[in-house]
């Protein structure tokens, strides 16, 4: 069974950096695209960043770029996001999903073409 779990939310201070990590079981990453999204009260859900993993292509959201980054490691077969000079607008659950390393690039960055989600883990950004 094809499984997501993420990890490493918590509460931080505006500039401060957390890691987010997306755990996966049940495939391998090599075929799959991972994205994060997040998605903060009275908002809707958006992409933040997704990397595909048999080349290890990556893509950011203007607002992200230079201040995140992406990664991934198949020997512990995990995405991680890592988050530096977090603002107040960052705060969100944030979600990582995988969807199958198919069709345009452009579809990577729609929530709607990924098929497994995970639960979510908040990040919350407070002074």
């Known amino acids: 069974q094809l499984q997501l779990v993420e990890s490493g939310g918590g509460l931080v201070q505006p500039g401060g950096s957390l890691r987010l990590s997306c755990a996966a079981s049940g495939f391998t990453l090599d075929k799959y695209v991972i994205g994060w999204f997040r998605q903060a009260p009275g908002k809707e859900r958006e992409i933040v960043s997704y990397?595909?993993?048999?080349?290890?292509?990556?893509g950011y959201i203007a607002s992200v770029a230079g201040r995140f980054t992406i990664s991934r490691d198949y020997a512990k077969n995990t995405v991680y996001l890592q988050m530096n000079s977090l603002k107040f607008e960052d705060a969100a659950v944030y979600y990582c999903a995988a969807r199958l390393s198919t069709g345009s690039r452009w579809n990577f960055m729609r929530g709607d073409t990924y098929s497994y989600w995970g639960q979510g883990t908040q990040v919350t950004v407070s002074s």
């Open positions: 990397i595909e993993s048999s080349d290890g292509t990556k």
